[in-house]
């Protein structure tokens, strides 16, 4: 039912932008808080960002505060990550998630490689 669908990663150098999407469906989208998570290698799964559900208060990590920005459109049931100024400790599998019912929902991630 749930089903987060992310996209937009790849390999850029350092000092590059990227936007990430995640396409969700499956929930009323426009009643739930979002996130970003990433898994750098070899470290476990920390958050990124955060948006309120209708996109009044975003939350970040103080490693991407002022570079990176979470952003929802309702209306299209996606949230974006706009990441620049990009740092190769950036370098992560980056996953959309969605608390529903006390479950965790997790898109399948997308790879972001930060690297000259």
């Known amino acids: 039912q749930v089903q987060l669908v992310e996209s937009g990663g790849g390999l850029v150098q350092p000092g590059g932008s990227l936007r990430l999407s995640c396409a969700a469906s499956?929930?009323?989208?426009?009643?739930?808080?979002m996130r970003w998570y990433r898994q750098c290698p070899g470290k476990e799964r920390e958050l990124v960002a955060m948006?309120?559900?209708?996109?009044?208060?975003?939350n970040y990590a103080d490693s991407v505060k002022g570079r990176f920005t979470i952003s929802r459109d309702n209306a299209k049931n996606t949230v974006y990550l706009r990441m620049n100024s990009l740092k190769p400790e950036d370098t992560a599998v980056y996953y959309c998630?969605?608390?529903?019912?006390?479950?965790?929902?997790w898109g399948q991630g997308t790879q972001v490689t930060v690297s000259s």
């Open positions: 998630n969605v608390r529903r019912y006390e479950l965790d929902y």
């Open positions: 499956g929930f009323t989208f426009r009643s739930y808080a």
């Open positions: 948006i309120t559900s209708t996109g009044g208060t975003t």
